[in-house]
């Protein structure tokens, strides 16, 4: 039982790598790195507005507030 587990994880593990090395080295790897930097680049411009937004609500509800 613990031979075959342990095959099991080895031919994961090796699988990982022949996966990583395709994704680096293999057809389409430059394609697939501009739409990583581009997904990237969303995700930051979605948490920074975000940040804006609560950033400028809070500010918003304060002066609000203040001026009751």
Known sequence: MDITKKAKEEL?????KIEAFIASKGIGSTYLKKAQKTQRDI?????LSGVV?????????KLRNTQD
Do not use: K, M, S
């Open 12 to 16: 994961e593990d090796r699988l990982d």
């Open 43 to 47: 995700n930051l411009a979605i948490v």
């Open 53 to 61: 937004t609560i950033a400028g609500l809070a500010l918003w509800l």
